[in-house]
């Protein structure tokens, strides 16, 4: 397992003001990065309402991923699961062994309340800017994927640089800002499916 901090602005983007960073940024030829975001908590939101949050990303593997508050940005914790665990964890609600469960049942939670209670999939163009990374998202999620949003997210050593440089692209590409996004993915996703 690996820990880091992640510090990031998040804006929300219509599809042309995706579109013309795409264009501004010339990212017309990037690999779109296409990865499924797993959300897990328990029906009651037990994390949520902990702020906590736990994910499993599957890209070429599957990474089993718990976000824990710190004063400034998140503490990611990362463990690796083979297909094998995030399908017993999926279809029978079996937690796998790890740092991350033994971490989830020290702070009281009872791994076995825990589950998938929806999937968000992103097409991401990720690049470097200003001394931080910049991630260009087009995600759908929902009942059968019928949902589509735009996002731009600024990762910086602090907060107050994610947010400065944020200002600035939006700025230099001639699209006005509006506010800092505050709804993760996760948040976004889970709340389309329990409407």
Known sequence: MHSNIEIESKVLLTEEEYLTLVSYLHLERYKRIKQV??????PSRTLKNNDFALRVREL??????????????????NQSLTWREYDALEDEGIFPDGEIKDFLENCGFNVRELKVLASLTTYRIEFEYENGIVSLDENYYGENNEIKDYELEFSSTSMEKAMEYTKQLLSEAKIKFRKFNTHSKQTRAIAAITK
Do not use: Q
């Open 37 to 42: 975001n797993h959300y897990i908590d328990s």
């Open 60 to 77: 070429d593997d599957f990474v089993l991923t718990l976000k824990t508050p710190l004063s400034e940005g998140l503490l990611e914790k």
